[in-house]
């Protein structure tokens, strides 16, 4: 299969993926029975609710996140359960946002991760003899893999055997069954001339007499018989197969049956399938999800109608420990899971993958077909914005815009969010905390062409907006030349404090009413990268989402008051932000300790368990710590502090090189390799209060 058009799969897949978790959340909870589903929509034949903004939930956070264990760990070598175990300490912030915190009897996820963080391995801490066969067979297992089966095209042993693996931090027996399954036929899906051929690839991975294939071999025999009503196949799952036979709270048996008549009677239609597993009932979000994936991949991008792609605008925000890697763009995760295919075939990925993927960068090339990377418009009246074939700088796409007809006093504004705020969603679900993808200092480029009919000359005028004035701020135009491509680029402004939450530009002319500016632009290439330099004023920002801009909280309780962050914690406790691939950067914050004897600096931070440290640490000493899933420090100096003093704490990471300073003194020097890049924030390894103020952030 040729990379662009394994990519195009994959990309189909994903969509489809999230086209059917978007349909299926308003319906999810128990309350939405198969009867009320029916009584109030009837047919459902597009998304029952209109979103803002749809804040990801736990179907799309670990197949996101549980897959970085091929980055963090088995980078050179096969896959262990642990590897993801690993993933799920490090990325999962404790009681708050990426699964679901039911309680360690209801929910099969929180008692899985309390299993691991007491030092219960996978697969053990997934496995029915420590949880119960009930616990073990919720449905979990097979929601959290559809990324193991899209990086293994054509190769369904090797993708259930990924997925088995990944399932079992959390699951056992038809949990495991179920993963095997809808890995396998996302796999097969990229060769598959059929809906049959696909289930009959996902059964031949998993034992010919469990349970799961029992009721998926029941459910193609009712298809058989009765090939037009899916309504009368739920019946006979829920009569034969339903939840009243199963225990918990949502057994994956049911659930499976949902999944096989909807891939059946939805015969290879997107569209149709999600829309089956949706009035289905039961867990809604995670079967039209799965076979979303499934049917995506076999159907490709062509068949995925523009009411349900167009609302997802090729963005998706997540919930877990890094705001950064929380704004997903999913052309540009499509092309890193890619990456881990060729890793992981133990193969050297194309150059033009390689180049297309810019860790710690925002890019986008538009190559991939229908792809907008989220851009908006404020303005769509006199601005049309639409993914274009017509041109591209150096490849066949860009993002086109079509200004129509605009005057003297008409502009519309074309941006791209590298931020979030609370008040562009309808609720809080799984709780998404962001950190910008962009920031004072960096260079925005783009290549841009202009396709005039008439009217006098476009002007092209830069800006940024920040959330705390809610103003652009514009910078010197650009004056464009018709019929060329030419570059734009302009340095991301001062925002004293507050953070970006738009960029792009404003298109305007002075066009008189007879002769209105008429004609297209064309944005190629993308591009935000080079050496942050900015602040943080706690003054400027909100407590959202259960933590305070732009930070993600994992324990204690963090609030703001007037110009500072103030933390207070019966335990250990942790905060980061920033950009996840950021290499070296100088880092300072005035701290002011309240209570305790652990304030600390931290930076260089992977995730919750794997980061550096430095600070006080204990009375009249200060070290330099490293957390690699465990405590271990490096450097201890003396050094008397008092409660209620406040010091100015500087951190410079350089290479393997660490220099840490109080009040512009240098006091700690230290040395290590392990961590090459990563966020930062601050931390207390025990009990405390404390006070952080004007932070200031500068790329080496």
């Not at 679900?429 to 920031?439: H, L, T």
């Amino acid at each position: 299969m040729q990379t662009e058009q394994y990519l195009e799969k994959v990309y189909a897949g994903f969509l489809g993926m999230n086209i059917g978790i978007r349909l299926g959340a308003p319906v999810e909870p128990r309350e939405w029975t198969y009867e009320k589903i029916r009584d109030v929509y009837g047919e459902i034949k597009g998304y029952i609710k209109d979103y803002q903004m749809f804040s990801a939930d736990d179907d799309a956070n670990g197949p996101v996140f549980f897959i970085r264990a091929l980055l963090d760990d088995a980078v050179d070598r096969e896959l262990e359960p642990q590897d993801v175990g690993r993933a799920w300490l490090n990325y999962c912030r404790e009681g708050i946002g990426m699964l679901w915190w039911g309680g360690e009897q209801v929910s099969t996820e929180h008692r899985a991760y309390s299993n691991l963080k007491k030092g219960i391995p996978a697969p053990q801490s997934g496995s029915a003899e420590i949880n119960g066969l009930v616990l073990a067979e919720q449905i979990g297992g097979q929601i959290f893999i559809d990324t193991w089966g899209l990086i293994f095209p054509g190769n369904p042993e090797k993708a259930a055997e990924y997925a088995e693996k990944a399932a079992s931090v959390s699951h056992d027996g038809n949990g495991l069954y179920g993963a095997r399954f809808i890995a396998a036929c996302i796999a097969r899906a990229f060769t598959a001339d059929s809906m049959e051929e696909i289930i009959e690839s996902g059964l031949a991975q998993i034992p010919e007499e469990c349970e799961y294939a029992r009721l998926a071999k029941a459910v193609i025999s009712f298809y058989k018989r009765n090939p037009e009503d899916f309504r009368l196949c739920y019946h006979y799952v829920e009569e034969e197969w339903g939840y009243h036979k199963y225990p918990g709270e949502c057994h994956i048996i049911p659930n499976a049956g949902v999944c096989i008549l909807s891939l059946l009677y939805g015969n290879g239609n997107l569209a149709r399938t999600v829309e089956i597993a949706t009035m289905c009932g039961w867990d809604t979000d995670c079967n039209a999800g799965n076979v979303g994936t499934i049917c995506g991949v076999f159907s490709g991008l062509q068949e995925i109608p523009p009411h349900y792609r167009k609302p997802i605008n090729d963005t998706i925000v997540t919930s877990s420990v890094s705001g950064y890697l929380n704004i997903l763009d999913i052309p540009t995760f499509v092309k890193e899971l890619a990456m881990l295919k060729y890793q992981v075939d133990r193969e050297e990925p194309p150059r033009h993958l390689k180049e297309a993927v810019k860790h710690g960068e925002v890019y986008f090339d538009f190559l991939l077909p229908g792809s907008t990377h989220g851009f908006r418009t404020n303005n769509p009246f006199k601005a049309i914005l639409r993914h274009s074939r017509e041109r591209g700088f150096q490849n066949k796409g860009s993002l086109e815009i079509l200004f129509d007809r605009m005057i003297s006093g008409d502009s519309s504004r074309i941006f791209w969010k590298p931020f979030y705020r609370r008040e562009e969603f309808n609720d809080e679900k799984y709780k998404p905390v962001f950190s910008p993808k962009a920031y004072s200092g960096q260079t925005v480029s783009a290549q841009i062409f202009l396709d005039q009919w008439r009217g006098e000359k476009i002007t092209l005028t830069p800006y940024v907006r920040d959330t705390y004035t809610k103003n652009e701020q514009y910078l010197p135009p650009i004056q464009l030349k018709n019929q060329s491509w030419q570059e734009a680029a302009f340095i991301i402004p001062d925002t004293k404090g507050s953070l970006i939450d738009e960029i792009g530009y404003k298109i305007s002319s002075d066009s008189p009413t007879y002769n209105r500016a008429f004609g297209k632009l064309f944005i190629d290439e993308f591009h935000i990268h080079g050496a942050a330099d900015y602040t943080i004023d706690f003054s400027k920002q909100c407590r959202e989402f259960g933590s305070v801009t732009p930070f993600a909280h994992h324990r204690g309780e963090w609030s703001l008051e007037g110009d500072a962050l103030i933390c207070k914690s019966a335990d250990s406790c942790s905060s980061y932000t920033g950009n996840y691939y950021s290499t070296d950067y100088s880092y300072s914050v005035d701290v002011t300790p309240i209570e305790g004897t652990s304030h600390l600096l931290l930076f260089r931070a992977q995730g919750i368990m794997r980061h550096y440290l430095a600070g006080f640490d204990g009375e009249g000493r200060i070290s330099f710590i490293r957390n690699d899933f465990g405590y271990k420090k490096m450097e201890t100096v003396s050094f008397e502090w008092e409660h209620g003093v406040t010091y100015t704490f500087r951190i410079e990471c350089s290479g393997s090189s660490f220099h840490f300073f109080i009040n512009n003194q240098s006091v700690l020097t230290a040395e290590d390799g392990l961590f090459t890049h990563g966020m930062y924030g601050f931390g207390f390894l025990s009990g405390g209060a404390g006070k952080y103020q004007n932070i200031i952030f500068q790329a080496l």
